[in-house]
């Protein structure tokens, strides 16, 4: 079965620093895998997402994750961390049952420090 | 921009009571879906639903609950008797195709309170 696993529950970078939130796959087949982020009572807003098309695939607001098939990974990242990045990230996989649902990573909250 | 929208954005009810939560699905998608994520735990695939047919559900997903699209722009999810611990922010989404290399649209949600 095709899952997702977010390591870190909570990360904590300093204004300014790099952002890396890690995400592991496991998939039998060639998985479409996609970042949302959640704002504080708001619904959530996709990031990026990988459809084979690159390895490397680039989103909204600065942010860019690498598709790694031999770490099994899609880990995301920011050069330059901002006040306004503070939210919670999911990793998501797109399942292709009948009816094509999406998997959620437990998720990872991103505090910025000023 | 097209966005999936849903109403009411909070709701309120007592144990027991029957809700039903409202969303409209961008219009010439196909694919509709709700989710539900109860307070700090993951978002949770509930039911998808294609062709006025359900075509997927999960375990959460059992005889309280159904869903219907009873005209061209709504999607509704029912839960006939509300259950303390169905309080959670439930979101609908939709999709234009079924291939996975598409992404579903997420409405902003409705946080649902059981008392």
């Given at each position: 079965?095709?899952?997702?696993?977010?390591?870190g529950?909570?990360?904590?970078?300093?204004?300014?620093?790099?952002?890396?939130?890690?995400?592991?796959?496991?998939?039998?087949?060639?998985?479409?895998?996609?970042?949302?982020?959640?704002?504080?009572?708001?619904?959530?807003?996709?990031?990026?997402k990988?459809?084979s098309?690159?390895?490397?695939?680039?989103?909204?607001?600065?942010?860019?994750?690498?598709?790694?098939?031999?770490e099994?990974?899609?880990?995301?990242?920011?050069?330059?961390?901002?006040?306004?990045?503070?939210?919670?990230?999911?990793?998501?996989?797109?399942?292709?049952?009948?009816?094509?649902?999406?998997?959620?990573?437990?998720?990872?909250?991103?505090?910025?420090?000023? | 921009?097209?966005?999936?929208?849903?109403?009411?954005?909070?709701?309120?009810?007592?144990m027991?009571?029957?809700?039903?939560?409202?969303?409209?699905?961008?219009?010439?998608?196909?694919?509709?879906?709700?989710?539900?994520?109860?307070l700090?735990?993951?978002?949770?695939?509930?039911?998808?639903?294609?062709?006025?047919?359900?075509?997927?559900?999960?375990?959460?997903?059992?005889?309280?609950?159904?869903?219907?699209?009873?005209?061209?722009?709504?999607?509704?999810?029912?839960?006939?008797?509300?259950?303390?611990?169905?309080?959670?922010?439930?979101?609908?989404?939709?999709?234009p195709?079924?291939?996975?290399?598409?992404?579903?649209?997420?409405?902003?949600?409705?946080?649902?309170?059981?008392?």
């Amino acid at each position: 079965a095709q899952s997702v696993t977010q390591l870190g529950s909570h990360v904590s970078v300093s204004e300014g620093a790099l952002v890396l939130l890690r995400c592991n796959y496991s998939s039998s087949v060639p998985p479409y895998l996609f970042w949302y982020v959640q704002y504080p009572n708001q619904g959530l807003q996709l990031l990026l997402k990988y459809t084979s098309a690159a390895t490397l695939v680039k989103g909204i607001n600065g942010f860019e994750a690498e598709f790694k098939k031999s770490e099994t990974s899609f880990h995301l990242t920011k050069p330059s961390a901002h006040m306004s990045d503070a939210a919670e990230y999911f990793c998501a996989v797109r399942v292709g049952t009948g009816g094509f649902k999406t998997i959620f990573g437990a998720g990872t909250r991103l505090f910025v420090k000023a | 921009e097209p966005e999936v929208t849903q109403t009411p954005s909070h709701q309120v009810t007592q144990m027991g009571q029957e809700v039903i939560l409202r969303c409209v699905p961008i219009s010439n998608h196909l694919y509709f879906y709700w989710y539900r994520q109860i307070l700090g735990q993951k978002v949770e695939f509930l039911v998808s639903f294609y062709n006025n047919e359900i075509s997927e559900k999960s375990e959460i997903f059992d005889d309280q609950f159904s869903v219907e699209r009873p005209d061209g722009s709504n999607f509704t999810l029912k839960i006939r008797s509300t259950k303390l611990e169905d309080s959670a922010m439930y979101f609908c989404a939709s999709s234009p195709y079924r291939e996975s290399y598409n992404e579903q649209f997420f409405g902003p949600g409705t946080r649902l309170t059981v008392l």
